[in-house]
């Protein structure tokens, strides 16, 4: 019998890629018979991501650069015409991998961001699925805004700069304006009709698997039944979570922090994209020394405004901090730059995550059991902010203003007061989010989402055709 060959192509970025290479190792270690090859985009302005699935059953293939002029292009559309650039190469890595009469190709499946891919596996004569790395609610909101945008005519420029709130089906309560992911206010830019074609173009999959699970997101889960939109499987959490070793920079944090009381230290990180302007570090200094937490900081510096990129560790800490900050919270604090966010998790002396939000960080949090303190960012994060805190009652807010573009700055009184309710000990998030680990970690084994997983399986072998091309 010919190997079963499903092709993955994930959005660039680690975080994407992390959770792709999880489930393409689920997949392939329930049903032996699919083989995975994972086609790899790169950003120009990143560094190598290695990232190893230890599974003979899946290789991975870097797609050469694509030639792109970004321009002034905004963040949100560079994403989709990035990817949509790589559809050449994609193609042709495809044709290369069918030349075999071993192969059997099932099917694409694709990222998020990679829906211009669809086309490329209709040409292949395949059927294409989606892996949505965010959340469930955040997938219903993609949905309900397309439908609300083609067939009611909802300008979401209308949700700038005011006050409103939209009912939304996977959401419990409304979601206000200003917590939009700031592409789909663009109207200007051109974001919010890419927004609209995408979300549009991800109900033409047979079938979508989502990085959540029943327990943490039922509403959600539930509002995607039904035969408005494709099937939809909850098949997570999926987490890589070995520690792996950083070298000399991660032995020293992991040092420190086994010095530390069980629980008694604040962890503050932000992402790979995660830094802040001078105001608003001195505030989270004075909250942090303020408030008398042991805290681990990981802080970085911006990238020049005039170009992409992503953020760089500071040379002299000095320069950004308050005057003797480093002298007085020495012996209670650590800042760092990078930061091997799973494997501090997973230390017993964290006992609060000051998070961006985004869905892997979120998830992780639960898995090892540390309440969230929410900080969102940018993208879908406000989003996951304003479920975890209002929806779920996962976490506590320590940014109120969702606004990517505003220049609010936290107080730090806010901040202090945040960290209070975060690393209360005895307190009713601390017993949900403890719940919510026990079942976060039971429902890939013999539950909800192992379930899932084997009902996407089968339809997947369902959908597999009889006849395929053998070229595009």
């Not at 985009?41 to 792109?68: C, G």
């Not at 209002?390 to 220049?407: F, Q």
């Not at 680990?437 to 997947?460: C, E, K, N």
Request: contains cysteine; hydrophobic residues 40%.
């Amino acid at each position: 019998m010919k190997q079963m060959e499903l092709v993955f192509i994930p959005s660039p970025g680690i975080g994407h890629l992390t959770a792709t290479v999880e489930i393409a190792k689920l997949l392939t270690q329930r049903d032996p018979r699919f083989s995975i090859t994972i086609l790899t985009m790169k950003f120009p302005f990143e560094t190598n991501a290695t990232v190893n699935s230890h599974s003979d059953s899946i290789r991975f293939v870097p797609l050469p650069p694509a030639e792109i002029d970004a321009g002034t292009m905004p963040p949100g559309v560079f994403i989709f015409e990035f990817v949509k650039a790589h559809t050449p190469l994609v193609r042709d890595a495809v044709r290369e991998l069918t030349r075999s009469d071993s192969v059997r190709l099932a099917g694409f499946v694709i990222d998020m961001f990679c829906t211009s891919m669809i086309d490329v596996a209709a040409e292949f004569g395949v059927p294409s699925y989606l892996f949505f790395t965010s959340g469930a609610a955040f997938l219903g909101f993609l949905f309900h805004l397309q439908f609300l945008h083609d067939y009611e005519g909802l300008d979401f420029s209308e949700f700038k700069d005011s006050g409103a709130e939209l009912e939304v089906p996977s959401y419990v309560n409304s979601v206000p304006g200003k917590a939009f992911p700031s592409m789909m206010l663009d109207r200007e830019g051109g974001g919010a009709e890419a927004a609209v074609d995408h979300a549009r173009r991800l109900r033409e999959v047979k079938g979508i698997m989502v990085n959540t699970f029943v327990g943490l997101e039922s509403h959600a889960v539930q509002s995607l039944r039904g035969c408005k939109f494709p099937p939809v499987y909850p098949v997570g959490p999926l987490l890589n979570t070995g520690v792996g070793s950083g070298g000399a920079q991660q032995d020293a944090i992991m040092t420190w922090l086994d010095d530390q009381p069980l629980s008694s230290v604040v962890f503050l990180c932000f992402g790979s994209r995660g830094s802040f302007g001078a105001d608003q570090i001195r505030e989270m200094a004075h909250g942090l020394e303020r408030s008398g937490h042991r805290f681990l900081w990981s802080l970085r510096q911006p990238p020049p405004k005039d170009r992409r990129g992503l953020p760089n560790d500071y040379a002299n800490l000095e320069e950004v901090l308050p005057e003797g900050f480093l002298h007085r919270t020495a012996q209670i604090g650590k800042i760092i730059g990078w930061a091997p966010q799973v494997a501090v998790l997973a230390h017993p002396t964290i006992g609060g995550f000051v998070s961006h939000c985004g869905w892997n960080s979120i998830l992780e949090s639960i898995w090892y059991g540390v309440p969230l303190g929410t900080w969102p960012m940018y993208a879908e994060q406000a989003l996951n902010a304003l479920q975890l805190v209002k929806d779920l009652g996962l976490a506590v807010e320590m940014k109120t203003d969702y606004d990517a573009n505003s220049d609010y700055v936290v107080s730090a009184k806010m901040i202090e007061n945040g960290l209070k309710i975060l690393m209360d000990m005895n307190s009713e998030l601390r017993n949900k989010t403890k719940e919510m680990q026990q079942i976060s970690r039971s429902v890939t084994i013999d539950g909800s989402s192992h379930f899932s997983l084997g009902r996407f399986i089968d339809d997947m072998i369902v959908n597999i055709p009889c006849e395929q091309e053998s070229e595009a």
